[in-house]
């Protein structure tokens, strides 16, 4: 397969806001409609009253009658790393790893990419654009009632079409053991005529990058599988054999709010890749993760009540049982578990140019759920409770991200994390350039990379975590 | 650092056999004069005459007193891979990463390896070339006595030296727990007049590949690590600016006993490598592996008794516990547990020119072991005693691997595992041409790659197993 074709195909694509079948306002018109016609009804209830959940009384862990979806167990964690050498918490497990996938086709030498207007009960706004495909590993092979997922088939059946990015990358390691989605993107040949069922639409990337300036309105697991598209190199605007649409880019080298045409740039990075490895090789010697599932009912400082799981001074978050009743035509009702952070988080990249190169300062970060020790993450990644507490200037880079004038901000939105799983949370995003005096010393843990270098790590398992991935996700060209 | 530059010199280094210090004659005679000097005395004795060694009342674990070295676990496994799906078995448990090291110098313009004659127990010669540091993390961080270990100060004060290579790689994943080492080569610079200790030599890359082709000769820790080594695709023999050595490489295309020069070739792979990755992705959500470690006690089919830890039907392995006296001047004695093969193995990679290029016929395999559900392992790789047993042609390609006209041998030696923690294991490492008529369909789990596909994944962690990587380590070019 020709690579640079693909990647070429994908930047023609981010560089479109011109979509043959609906324009920014049809999709920001469509999303409210679909947002109108929903009534999502989510009580908080009893464990006691939760139908199918159970506290299995074996390890006091939470989880459903099936043997499907998810549990609630604990982690006891020991680790040499940061402030809290030992401690032990509620963890979401989940151990199978689900298709997060997107069907695309060229159209007028545009590719289009498939979303659904899809409802999940934590959003905070209900419905955000989310790939065409999110199933469990329950869901497409254990499939009851014959009550298969749209488009599943089309992922099953891939020789007929072309995978254009097939990874596995991981989610949240302070709340997931070692969970992992399959991030996939393909792309339908020829006469294939992909129906479009209700709640979905054609976008362009141009178009789905827009809307990610948007609070809340372009899911997690949309971001996810879109931060790992690779783009060529050639200077937006070009155009060439490649036709590429006349849109006014960012000249290269320039930045703009919410864009950074500029990191297109295939510029040599201050240090190697093969001096990235050895320092991720020399953290990952030194730093040492050892976790144990324990019963949920040993997890010390959490408190199990009828009503919800928490930390005894209302830390990091609580486990809620809810119902959940969806009406949209037909009414659907379930109960289930869902989390709930004790307060917002914030993700932040500071990014800053080295010899005429936008370089990302990187953060190699140890999470209990984590596969393999450390993942690369955002330069700041916190609840934002946490870093009110301790104003003490522990954590590096905090001041310069809270303080930054406001002309070095090129992108802040609130994101959500994924609604199946998570009651209404919401993170604070940005990426902020750093001025000409942002000369730091960095802490051993940081180290400056180019997106290329970030997009290579990307290919390969367990080595950018989702809070970074959805900031790279957000970087727009136009 | 000038990578391209790095590769050329360990080619150059592999191109080399005329070495300042030490011929081939002189390197084998002093390997057999350390052999002769040395006694090494391994008796079996009784787990209740170890000393510092015990069963730990609460599991059952075999375990150090100090708590360090590693300790013989139980690991309970369930999966969908293979005929089996579920079993238990004692497990080597050691949660620390070590160094693996090589110091190399540049002397009259060629890249030295500074090597070591190591006695380990379980070596059935005892004595094998091993690399510069051979440390667990417990040697390093908490240093006893004073006896630190030798050069370690070069490895951890890397500032000064060049790392040409620094990669996390895992151990045999049927016998350790998600066990992995750092292996590192450094170039010391300049002056540094590196002090050459008993023991050790200086030794050219092309030495210490010529001396793989020799029976127990090179220890597995120095396989590993060379085989991280990336070469440039200069084609050998052209020198030119490099002033590559004067020796007549096997001409590209070709491929003689031992040699393999034209794997250098750097052609277009049969797949391209975010096709690999696919494909890699497709298995690793396809099969699952689901670990749990148990007390030692409650593993099933295997029995504990006070001379050994054995499977009911002898299959597999068994523990021993020995004692060791070392006679090499001062004597040394300690007691320790050694894990001794049921068999000997075969770790065979098949080998075809497509197109122009080799390509290796390599296999996606699952270890109870395994960080990462599944590794990247040899054609064929398994005990010899589990395919006399099983002649019914359930194990791909063992047939054409063991009824190979000798004509199309490329390498054939029996290799030892680390003496360490291997009672006199020796396995069977084999490279084989594959006929023109060689046209076979692959089972899912295998696919062709070059060795230039090879190399990247071997740059990422837990990608490639240690089989595979003794194997790639033997690819000689002269």
Redesign the interface.
Known sequence: ?D?EKIRLSFLKSALTLDNTFIDMEGVKQWLNKQQEEVSVKVDKIRFSDMDQWFFDLTDGNLRHKSGQFFSIDGLHVKTNWGLVKEWSQPIINQ???G?LGIITREIDGILYFLMQAKIEPGNINHVQLSPTLQAT?SNYTRVHQGRKPLYLDYFLS?DRHR?L????QSEQGGRFYKKRN?N?IIRVEGDDDVPVYENFAWLTLGQIKKLMQIDNTVNMDTRTVISAIPYGDAPPGTGGSLDLPKVSPTAPGEFKKGMLASTLISGKGLF????I??WL??L??KY?L?V??IPLKNVKNWVITDQQIHHEDNKYFRILPVSVEIDNREVTRWTQPLLEPAQEGLSAFIVKKIDDVYHFLVQAKVECGN??ILELAPTVQCLTGNYRDTKTGTLPFLDEVLNVEPGRVRFDTLQSEEGGRFFREQNRNMLIEAGDNFNETLPENYIWMTLAQLNTFL????YLNIQSRSLLSAIDFI
């Open positions: 397969m690579r151990p199978e790893i298709f590993k891939r995978v990015v097939d990874q596995l399959r996939i190697d890749f093969d001096e490895l050895s090789a020399d990952k010697t040492e050892h144990e599932k596969l393999d290919k390969f398992n367990n």
